[in-house]
Structure formats: C-alpha cells, structure tokens
C-alpha cells in the first residue's frame, strides 16, 4: 500500500574529429554531452504504518542533470631519422554541468489516492538550480630517443567556478623513464628493465562529483520550514572567499622488469603523495550558531607507500599455470592543520574518530575500554592512556588516541589461473591487514539494559552475574549507571581478514561456430566472495562493509552499522566473440 518508485531517463552521446591541415601537425576536438532526468514518488497511505500519523504523505520530485565538455588541442607528431620521436600538444577545455530539482509534499489525504491534489495540507516545496563551470588551458610534450630513453613535461591552468576569489591555480609535471635493458651492459636475462621517475603536482576538487555544494565560497540565505504559522529566512551558508585549490603533490620511483623468457614479471613503486590544503569541512564553535559548518582549506595531508605487482608463469606447456600478486603498504598522516591544538571529531555514529595535527587520518579517538570489573559486574575505562588507574564512571575517563584506523596499513592479492586445453580454472584470493573496524550496531543493540529493545544473545549468554564473572558483558541492569555502552574501544575489531573474492571455472568451445560468424563461445560458472577468514575472533560482521552514513568520505569507512553485507553470488554466464 506504501511505496516509493522512480524512473530514470539518460543520453549520453560524444563525437570527435581530427585533420592533418599540414605535414605532421593536427587538430583534435572532443564534444561530449549527457542529459539526466529523475522522476520520483513516495506514498504513505492513510490507514497504515507512517500514515497513520499524517492521515497520508505525498512526496513528488522532478530532476535533471545536464552536461556537456568541449575539448580541443592542436599536436605535433614526428619521427626523426628513426631515433627522435617527438610529440607536443597544447590545448583548451570546457566543462559544464547544470542540476535542476522541483519537488512538493502534502500531508492530510482526503482520499487515500496518491496524487497531489488529494492533499489538504501543503508543506515546503522546494526549487534548486545549481551550475558549476571549470576551463583549463593544457600543454605537454613527450620525447623519446632510441626507444630507451623518455621524457614528458606537462603545464596546465585550470579554473573553477566552485571556488573563492582566487578560482585560478596552476600545475606542472614531469616524468622520466629509461629503458635499461636496451644497454649493452644488462645481462640477457633481463627481457624488459626500466627506471621510472616522476613527480608533478596536481589540482584536486574532492567535492566536483557532489551536487549542493556548488556555492561554498559565497554566503547564502534561504527559506525555513513552517515555524509555528509564520515562514522565515536565515542564513544557510556561511560563505568563504578564501576557499581555493586544494594540491597533490607526488613523488614515484618505479622498476619495471621482466626476466627468464617471460616467465616471470613484476614492477615496483615508491610514492610520496603530499595534499597541501586540503579541502574538508570546518565545524565552527557551537556558540556561532549555525550554519554548523563550511569548507575550508584546514591543512596538509603525508601519504605515503610502496606498490609491488608480479606476475610468474610457473608452468607455461599444454598444463599452463598463471601467478599474479599485488602487495601495497600505505600510510596516511595529518602533517599540518589551520588549528594545531584543534582535534576534529567524527559527526557519524558516536564520534569514534576524529583528525588531528601528527596523528593518522581518521585515527580512532574514543574512551579506553578497560573490561569488567569481577567483582561487581560494572563496566570499566582507564582514565588515562597511561592504565594507571579504573573507573566506573565515564565522566572520569577520557578520549585517547588508538593508534588504528579503519584504512588498511597492507594490502594484497593473489590470482591463480590453471589452463588445460579448453579448460580454465582461477581463484582471487585478497587480504587486508593492521586496521580497525567499528561495530556501532552493537554498540547499540547491546545496551547493558540502559534501553528497553531486543538484546542479541552475547546479552544472555556473555553478561556478567554472580555465576559468571568473567564475562565479556558487564551486568544487565535498567538504566544501567556505568554508561558502558557508549562509544569506547570496546566496540573496536581488527578487521584483519582474508578472503576468497572469486572463484571461476570455464570452458572455450573455440571457433567451432566460426561459420556461424562466432569466433569463440565459452561457457563460464562463477563466484563471487565465496570464503572469508577474520582473526579476531569477536568480529560478527563484514570488515569490509562501510556505512553510507557519511558518503565516501573517512567517516564511513569501516563502520558497520546494520550495513548491508557485501554480497555472496554466483553465477552461470555464456561469451561470445564475433
């Protein structure tokens, strides 16, 4: 009787030309465009569920999004005495991107029908027409002598809308490589060696795929909800004309190699990634007022790491086994912030973590879990970071910091493919290590008896009595003095934990159909996310599901909260090539 529905309607079209006006130079042009368009309805009948207390709810919005880029870019391309190759470019591009929405709701059906007209209380509709613009000039040349060594400079100017009074910023890299093993002096069973190296330093705009937000740089106003009977205007952004360019500033030093005939291959990476003015979103003190919030440009950001790939061909006849792994180390530092001393807490699901100057992103930042008290059942904290000493009372506790994150320090992955004939058998094994995850959901639900809802069975079963005094759970009591369901380390799990991410096996009839116009059929059966192993043992849930509490930013990550799990499937599938 309730429901909500939506259609979407989308085009997406793009065409490009290139002519060659004289001997090696040509002019390119990219036109894109997509077009959007969003129709929604929710309905709340009148004699059930939410309804009942509105006597029905109508909810009915149109939106579209429209946007189209333009590029062009005029190139030299040559080839000199077989030795010099030489290519440069130099460019313009234009982007825009347009969002319209016009919604209404009613309330106080006369009827139980679901369109507006049947309602007799009209609540705030709304009208949003947001647009954001960006334009960049580009140039960039690459050489390249003998195959062996290569150079490649870029320059760029990008400007966006979005921004303050400074819109405009400029940006530059620049990256080498040498082909090693085309000197004499390398062994022969190196099939392929090279040095890489580069280092540039890139504009970034972490809000350019989000809608409402077009206008940070300026203070604006708009209309309240009904209060009482009257309507008013108040401030809803504050506005900063200050806000620029956030920056990336990169380092990489790369070896690419392949060696004994091909059987064995692999590259290695080391970066320094260094955001300075960083874009984030700065709460202002509480006796500001609101707007609670506005972004700004807080600080600098360190991250930095190593990447390895290899690929090994074991067995490479009639049988053919296949190896590739991937290996990364990462680590993420709050360098420098507009407020040294300020420690920025975590909004989404009691605020378990926060940034800070000198300490990691999104580093756990919570109250010190110090177990349950034997001999009468409370829940314990430590009141320092040094353990010196318990207490009952959370008042007397403080935040400390854990040390962990919910970012994986390793990562790694490791494939297996076995061909035999028209067989193949592979299997993704993935790996994610040294981080930590938050179970808000049980930090909820079990509620030591400080609310009255559904317990899970860690409630009956690992909750201290008389009986059982080394339980994991203090004592079960109404309003439950100690507070120990709160946020603390408590509800903390190392989300270390391997997993089967996929499993495929499939067969290849080749071109047995070739005078059909089919140049191979495979039939294939899949798996996906078949087998995790977790090293905690108190992990209950998936290390990998993320709210959506917070979007894709750092808030989000790693808390799970009643978040849906991440999807085991399988399936049968049929390939054709023509």
């Known amino acids: 009787m309730d429901f909500n529905k939506g259609s979407i309607k989308t085009f997406v079209s793009s065409a490009s030309a290139e002519l060659q006006f004289i001997d090696h130079v040509y002019a390119n042009s990219l036109f894109g465009v997509q077009y959007q368009a969003l129709d929604e309805k929710q309905f709340w009948d009148p004699r059930i569920g939410d309804g009942l207390t509105f006597n029905g709810y109508i909810l009915e919005s149109r939106s579209s999004a429209f946007d189209w880029n333009w590029n062009n870019s005029v190139s030299y391309r040559n080839t000199f005495n077989n030795r010099h190759e030489v290519q440069a470019y130099l460019g313009m591009e234009y982007q825009e991107h347009k969002y319209y929405s016009l919604g209404t709701q009613v309330d106080n059906l006369s009827q139980p029908i679901p369109y507006i007209a049947f309602g007799t209380n009209y609540l705030q509709p709304w009208e949003d027409r947001l647009k954001w613009t960006q334009i960049s000039y580009y140039s960039r040349v690459n050489y390249n ?83 009482a009977a009257d309507q008013a205007t ?47 979103s700065y709460t202002t003190a509480p006796t ?51 407020n040294p001393g300020q420690i920025d807490l975590s909004t989404v699901s009691n605020s378990m973590r926060a940034i800070s100057e000198g300490h990691l992103l999104g580093e756990y930042y919570t109250y010190d879990w110090a177990g349950v008290d034997a001999a009468t059942g409370a829940g314990t904290f430590w009141t320092d970071e040094n353990h010196t000493e318990t207490t009952t009372n959370r008042s007397e506790a403080k935040r400390v910091w854990q040390g962990k994150t919910p970012f994986p320090k390793y990562t790694a992955g490791l494939r297996n493919e076995f061909r035999y004939k028209k067989f193949s058998l592979s299997a993704f094994v993935t790996g994610q290590f040294e981080y930590s995850v938050h179970n808000r959901w049980q930090n909820y639900i079990l509620g030591d008896g400080s609310a009255i809802n559904n317990q899970i069975t860690d409630a009956l079963y690992d909750s201290w009595t008389p009986t059982n005094t080394t339980a994991s759970n203090p004592i079960q009591l109404l309003n439950n003095p100690s507070n120990a369901s709160g946020p603390s380390s408590r509800w903390m799990r190392d ?53 959506n509490g917070a979007g894709a930013s750092w808030q989000g990550k790693g808390l799970y909260d009643y978040t849906s799990p991440i999807m085991r499937s399988f399936s049968f599938g049929v390939s054709l090539d023509f």
Request: charged residues 20%.
């Open 145 to 227: 002598l003998d195959k062996k060594y290569s150079i490649s400079a870029q320059m760029r100017r990008d400007g966006n809308s979005t921004l303050g009074i400074k819109k405009y910023g400029n940006f530059w890299s620049v990256a080498g490589a040498w082909t090693l093993s085309g000197e004499n002096f390398i062994p022969d069973f190196f099939n392929l060696l090279t040095l890489r190296a580069n280092y540039g330093e890139i504009g970034n705009i972490p809000y350019a795929d989000q809608w409402y937000v077009q206008y940070n740089a300026l203070a604006l106003v708009s209309p309240t909800s009904l209060y």
């Open 288 to 338: 500001a007022g609101g707007p609670d919030s506005y972004l700004t440009n807080v600080g600098d950001i360190l991250n930095k790491g190593l990447e390895v790939t290899f690929g090994i061909k074991p067995i490479n006849k009639d049988f053919t086994w296949i190896i590739d792994g991937n290996f990364a180390y990462n680590k993420n530092t709050i360098e420098s912030i507009s």
């Open 234 to 280: 108040t401030i809803s952004q504050p506005g900063n004309p200050g806000l620029r360019w956030e920056i990336s500033k990169q380092f990489n030093f790369g070896l690419d190699f392949t060696i004994f005939k091909n059987a064995f291959n692999a590259s290695i990476d080391v970066y320094q990634r260094k955001t300075v003015d960083a874009i984030y």
């Open 495 to 547: 989300g270390d934990h391997i997993r089967l991410k996929e499993a495929k096996l499939s067969y290849s009839f080749g071109n047995v159909l070739k005078d059909s116009g089919i140049d191979n059929l495979t039939l294939y059966v899949r798996g996906v996310n078949l087998w995790i192993y977790t090293f905690d043992k108190n992990l209950t849930f998936d290390p990998e599901s993320n709210s």
